[in-house]
């Protein structure tokens, strides 16, 4: 089953699959394209379980989070998309924020332990897009520092360490903060580019990431 929404000049699909497994599919000013096959719609790493490392795929072990319902909310200024997922022990809820005039997204997810037993999270991505094809893409990554800020640098993914051998691979790449000086090395966003596309990402967070 396939889920499709069109807010504010901007495609949101997703697909559900037999499973009842919610993936993402596209979100973009253009229409989804076959070649995306698209990845889970969120990541999630519950404690004692194994995990590919910074990769944070493949991460819960228990029953897998099924698709439940989705709704619109509406606010001042825009609308709210909710996608929920539950199983046996959590609920786990995705928001997409629109706004009016503006060809820009906002996501963040929510979860809830509605079971019976504790459970530790030591990881929930507030954005999750995967599956994409992006060869030939080039990586805009903007380094920061003390009197050296806004210092983009743009990196094909070979230069990287990253080349597409099969379907599968281990290499992250990836760029994050630790402690209170949230742009002490980089500013908390990227943008990949490629053609006629482009996805310009912020991290809204004053802390580490």
């Not at 096959?37 to 989070?65: E, F, K, N, S, V």
């Not at 629109?98 to 990881?123: D, Q």
Request: one cysteine or more; hydrophobic letters at 35%.
């Amino acid at each position: 089953m396939k889920i499709t929404f069109y807010e504010q000049g901007i495609h949101l699909d997703f697909l559900v699959s037999e499973q009842r497994e919610l993936h993402l599919l596209n979100l973009s000013p253009h229409p989804h394209r076959e070649g995306d096959q698209g990845g889970p719609a969120a990541a999630l790493q519950i404690t004692g379980c194994a995990h590919d490392g910074l990769r944070h795929t493949g991460l819960y072990c228990g029953q897998p989070l099924q698709y439940h319902r989705n709704w619109t909310e509406d606010r001042e200024g825009g609308k709210d998309i909710v996608l929920e997922m539950m199983n046996a022990d959590l609920t786990l809820r995705i928001i997409y924020g629109f706004y009016e005039g503006c060809r820009v997204v906002t996501s963040r997810a929510e979860i809830e332990n509605t079971g019976t037993r504790p459970l530790g999270i030591e990881y929930l991505s507030s954005f999750f897009l995967g599956g994409q094809d992006w060869e030939g893409a080039q990586l805009m990554v903007p380094h920061n520092s003390w009197c050296r800020e806004l210092n983009w640098q743009i990196y094909t993914p070979g230069q990287l360490g990253y080349r597409r051998l099969n379907e599968w691979s281990t290499k992250t790449i990836g760029a994050r903060n630790v402690g209170a000086w949230s742009t002490k090395e980089y500013l908390p966003m990227g943008c990949l580019v490629e053609r006629d596309r482009t996805l310009l990402w912020q991290i809204e967070h004053n802390g580490s990431w």
